[in-house]
């Protein structure tokens, strides 16, 4: 098994950043891509951005590509959501979730994720 424990949540002014990170402890050799999602009340949960084993493959939801960076650390088994130009309609919980199974790219859809975190509040003020 794998727990996974975000933090660096936080309220922000628009146009602020905020970094999230993911710590994993557990079975993490057993942890192939890695993603954040985030879910608004009352809304679905969405993909944000995910990142390989080796970090060299990463991808964005369209609506924070360019304003967010996705990183990780293997050594330490974290991983980190750099978030700038943040704007009220990224106010969210924030989700981290990892794959057990190897895939050639990381994906977007929540389902393929085998863990998950409790979450981390954002929320952007205008």
């Known amino acids: 098994q794998v727990q996974l424990v975000e933090s660096g949540g936080g309220l922000v002014q628009a146009g602020g950043s905020l970094r999230l990170s993911c710590a994993a402890s557990g079975r993490t050799s057993g942890i192939y891509a890695m993603a954040w999602f985030r879910q608004a009340p009352g809304k679905e949960r969405e993909f944000v951005a995910t990142?390989?084993?080796?970090?060299?493959?990463?991808d964005f939801a369209d609506s924070v590509k360019g304003r967010f960076t996705v990183s990780r650390d293997n050594n330490k088994n974290t991983m980190t959501l750099q978030m700038i130009s943040l704007n009220p309609e990224d106010t969210a919980a924030y989700y981290c979730?990892?794959?057990?199974?190897?895939?050639?790219?990381?994906?977007?859809?929540?389902?393929?994720?085998?863990?998950w975190g409790q979450g981390t509040q954002v929320t952007v003020s205008s």
């Open positions: 990142i390989s084993r080796d970090g060299g493959r990463t």
């Open positions: 979730a990892a794959d057990r199974n190897f895939r050639v790219l990381p994906r977007r859809t929540a389902a393929l994720y085998d863990y």
